[in-house]
């Protein structure tokens, strides 16, 4: 299982999580919760106590993620599967994304 921590506007959010069967899950921290004043990182994962589950890489991750040539180039460079998404946001989305969410990879 690989995990990083969600940063929003560099806080921790929460926990995403790729599991050994390829599916992922996204948590929000208990301390994000209890903050009314913190919101969900985007539309499609609304603040709430439940956990998410997915097949895929959650669309709003993936969204992060390079395209075309930048992620051939990016893949190439640092020797990551084209196919490998989580891989590849947990090397991309931690110094450099649009927006208020950054990726940090859990060792």
């Known amino acids: 299982m690989r995990q990083a921590r969600?940063?929003?506007k560099e806080k921790e959010a929460g926990?995403?999580?790729?599991h050994d069967d390829a599916?992922?899950?996204?948590?929000?921290?208990?301390l994000w919760?209890?903050?009314?004043?913190?919101?969900g990182i985007s539309l499609?994962?609304?603040k709430?106590?439940?956990?998410?589950n997915s097949k895929y890489l959650f669309p709003f991750f993936y969204n992060l993620l390079p395209e075309g040539s930048n992620k051939q180039v990016v893949c190439k460079l640092l020797r990551i599967d084209a196919d490998d998404y989580f891989g590849l946001l947990?090397?991309?989305a931690k110094t450099d994304t649009i927006g208020a969410v950054r990726i940090i990879k859990i060792e």
């Open 44 to 46: 499609t994962l609304p």
């Open 23 to 30: 599916s992922f899950t996204f948590r929000y921290n208990d």
């Open 6 to 8: 969600v940063l929003y």
């Open 15 to 18: 926990i995403l999580a790729q």
């Open 90 to 92: 947990l090397t991309t």
């Open 48 to 52: 709430t106590k439940q956990e998410y």
């Open 33 to 39: 919760m209890t903050d009314d004043g913190k919101p």
